[in-house]
Each structure stands twice: as structure tokens, then as C-alpha cells.
């Protein structure tokens, strides 16, 4: 399938929807929902992306909680915060500002107000744990969406694609290694166990999608 196939499967609605794609890190999230978005606009509906990633711990805060070196997990996230702006979304009449953070990559930090959901009918959220339900504070995120989605990907690409991220972010191959070993993998064991909780399960697969 391609992006365009499932753009047909997100429904028309007269008020807000919003659709989750959780997954592994390095599944390709971030790309599917830019995508997804993209062919939603071209079919002529309103559509923004707004990711998990925004609602990062300031580098600061997990410095001081000897935590930096964890970034990533759940707990290094503002669950709270998260939760509390996807209700802003679901309450909020369409027309109206939401402020929504993105995170930058060059510098590793959340900015505040990245992008602002306002007049869009669409919202993609894309994030790790939108169907974790055992870690403080992220129980609520599924019952806000109003579908999510899950994208996998083989172990040997997500390994590949975040040595890959971590070494064009500044760290040396061997501090790469350790942050996708002793991390990222262990977050993605954390985050499959989640996958039966979506409604619908995609695989990555060449440049489009397979329905499992």
C-alpha cells in the first residue's frame, strides 16, 4: 500500500480527528505521517502532523536526574504535558489555536509552539508510547485518539536507521552502539509488546506499506 492508499482510510469527519501512529524508533513514523499528511491535503483535506517527540525532558531536567543518558524512554518524557495538549485538541473547537512543540534535532531540544493546530480536521500524532499502558502517566493517550495505527519494522533496519540517526547527531559509531544496545532496542522490545492495542498493524516495506 501506499501513503495515498491509506490517506483513504482515515474517515471524513465534521469535527476534529486524531490518528495515532505509534512504533519502534527508526520504524519510519515521522515519514509515514509527513506522508500521510501530504496526500490528505492533496485529496483536498486539512492535515498536520503533530509529534510525540515535542514533549522531551529538557536536557537540563535529565542532566540533573542523571537520566540524559536514558532519553528516550518513557520517563523522560512530560506525559502529563502530552496528555493534557491531546485534550486541548480533542476540546477545542476547529478554528481555534492549539500551540503544539516539535523537537529539534540540531540542538536536542523541545521548542515550544513548533507548529499550531488551528484550522486542520486531521491531526497525525506520531510518537513511541501512544499505546503503552503500564508506565505512569501514558495510560490515558490511547483513549484520546481517536484510531492509532502501529508501524513496524525488521529489527535489522530499525538497528541500521538509529545507528545511523545517532552518529549524524554528533555521537562517535561507539557511543552509538551503546545508546541503540543498551536503549533504543530495549525501548522497541517495550514498545511491541503494545501492538495489539492498535487498530490497525502496518510493516514497512520498500518505499510503501503492508496491512498485517
Known amino acids: 500500500m501506499t501513503a495515498g492508499d ?5 474517515p471524513t469527519r465534521a469535527d476534529r480527528f486524531l490518528l495515532g501512529i505509534a512504533g519502534p524508533p527508526g520504524a519510519g513514523k515521522s515519514t509515514l505521517a509527513q506522508r500521510l499528511c501530504h496526500e ?22 535529565l542532566r540533573a536526574r542523571g537520566a540524559l543518558a536514558r532519553k528516550g524512554e518513557p520517563d523522560t518524557f512530560d506525559a502529563d504535558a502530552f496528555v493534557a495538549d491531546l485534550r486541548l485538541l480533542r476540546e477545542t473547537p ?10 529539534d534535532r540540531a ?3 523541545p521548542t515550544e509552539g ?4 488551528r484550522d486542520e480536521r486531521v491531526v497525525v500524532v506520531e510518537g513511541n508510547y501512544l499505546l503503552l499502558a503500564d508506565a505512569p502517566g501514558w495510560a490515558p493517550v490511547r483513549g484520546l485518539l481517536d484510531e492509532c495505527w502501529y508501524l513496524d519494522a525488521p529489527r535489522q533496519v530499525l538497528t541500521e536507521r538509529l545507528l545511523d540517526r545517532h552518529t549524524a547527531g554528533g555521537r562517535t559509531p561507539e557511543e552509538a552502539r551503546v545508546k541503540v544496545m543498551d536503549s533504543d532496542l530495549r525501548n522497541a522490545d517495550l514498545i511491541a509488546a503494545t501492538r495489539s492495542r492498535a487498530d490497525r498493524v502496518l510493516s514497512a516495506t520498500g518505499h510503501g506499506y503492508a496491512l498485517d
Open 114 to 117: 513548533g507548529v499550531v493546530v
Open 94 to 103: 476547529v478554528g481555534e489555536p492549539v500551540p503544539w512543540p516539535l523537537f
Open 6 to 10: 491509506l490517506a483513504g482510510l482515515v
Open 40 to 61: 490528505l491535503i492533496r485529496l483536498g483535506r486539512s492535515a498536520v502532523v503533530a509529534p510525540m517527540d515535542g514533549y522531551h525532558l529538557r536536557n537540563d531536567v
Open 107 to 109: 540542538v536536542d531540544e
